[in-house]
C-alpha cells in the first residue's frame, strides 16, 4: 500500500499518474464522507475498487492533465489533502472549483461511494435550499399573527339611531323645503348696470356687423353690373 512519504519521495521510481490519481480519489472520498484519513491505508475500500477507480479516473485526459497541475507542490503529497474554496498549500488545503476534484466526486458519485446528501452541506446547494425554505416559513408566521390579531380583537357593532336622529333629520327636511319654497317664491332681482352695458354692446356689435355685411353685398353687386 502507498504512503504519503513514498508519493512525496518517489521512492524506487517517479510517482505514476495511477498513484496520484489514487492519492487524490481516497483525499476526495474523505472530504467527501468527512473522514479524517491520513493515509490512503485508512480507507477502507477494497484493493479491487480502488484500482477501478484509478483506471477510469486516468483514462480521463482532462482529469489527468488537471490532476498532475494540482498536486505538482510536494506539499500536497505529505498526507491527503483536504478541500476548500481557496487554496492552501502551506496547510494541505486544494481548491474545489479544479477539474481534477469535480471528475472525481462525478465518479465517486457515480460508483455509489458517495451521494448528493453526503457533499457539505454548506455550500451553495444548502445555501439554496435554506433560502428557498426561509421565506415561506416567515410568510406563514406572518399569517398566523394577523390570524391571532384578527380573532382577538374586539368585535363592533353598529350603534342604533335613536329617535332624536330621526327627528332631526326630518326637521332638517322640512327646513330645506321651506327654504327652497322662499327662495322660488322671491322676486328677480333686474340686471345690474354692468350686465344691462354688456348686452348693448353685444346688440351694437352685431347691428354693426349686419351693416357691414350690407355694404359688402352691395359694392359686389354694383361691380357686377
Known amino acids: 500500500m502507498m504512503t504519503g512519504k513514498q508519493v512525496a519521495d518517489g521512492s524506487d521510481s517517479a510517482v505514476s499518474p495511477e498513484q496520484l490519481a489514487r492519492w ?8 467527501l464522507r468527512r473522514e479524517n484519513w491520513q493515509q490512503v491505508s485508512d480507507s477502507d475500500l477494497e484493493a479491487q475498487l480502488e484500482d477501478a477507480l484509478v483506471a477510469e479516473f486516468v483514462a480521463d485526459s482532462s482529469a489527468r492533465r488537471s490532476l498532475l497541475t494540482v498536486l505538482r507542490d510536494q506539499r500536497f503529497l505529505q ?12 496547510r494541505g488545503i486544494l481548491a474545489d472549483s479544479t477539474l481534477a476534484y469535480e471528475r472525481a466526486c ?17 455550500g451553495p446547494a444548502g445555501e439554496s435550499r435554506a433560502a428557498s425554505q426561509a421565506p415561506e416559513s416567515i410568510v406563514q ?13 374586539p368585535e363592533l357593532h353598529p350603534l342604533p339611531r335613536g329617535k332624536s336622529d330621526d327627528r332631526q333629520s326630518q326637521m332638517s327636511d322640512e327646513e330645506y323645503a321651506r327654504l327652497e ?39 359686389v353687386w354694383w361691380f357686377l353690373l
Open 24 to 31: 487524490f480519489l481516497l483525499a476526495a472520498l474523505a472530504h
Open 79 to 90: 498526507r491527503l489533502p483536504e478541500f476548500a474554496r481557496h487554496r492552501d498549500p502551506a
Open 106 to 122: 462525478q465518479l465517486l458519485e457515480r460508483h455509489k461511494l458517495v451521494s448528493t446528501g453526503g457533499r457539505q452541506t454548506d
Open 141 to 153: 408566521r406572518r399569517a398566523a399573527r394577523r390570524a391571532v390579531a384578527r380573532s382577538a380583537g
Open 181 to 219: 319654497e322662499a327662495l322660488s317664491q322671491a322676486p328677480q332681482e333686474p340686471l345690474p348696470p354692468a350686465s344691462r352695458f354688456a348686452l348693448n354692446e353685444e346688440r351694437i356689435s352685431l347691428l354693426a356687423g349686419l351693416l357691414a355685411g350690407l355694404l359688402l353685398f352691395v359694392l
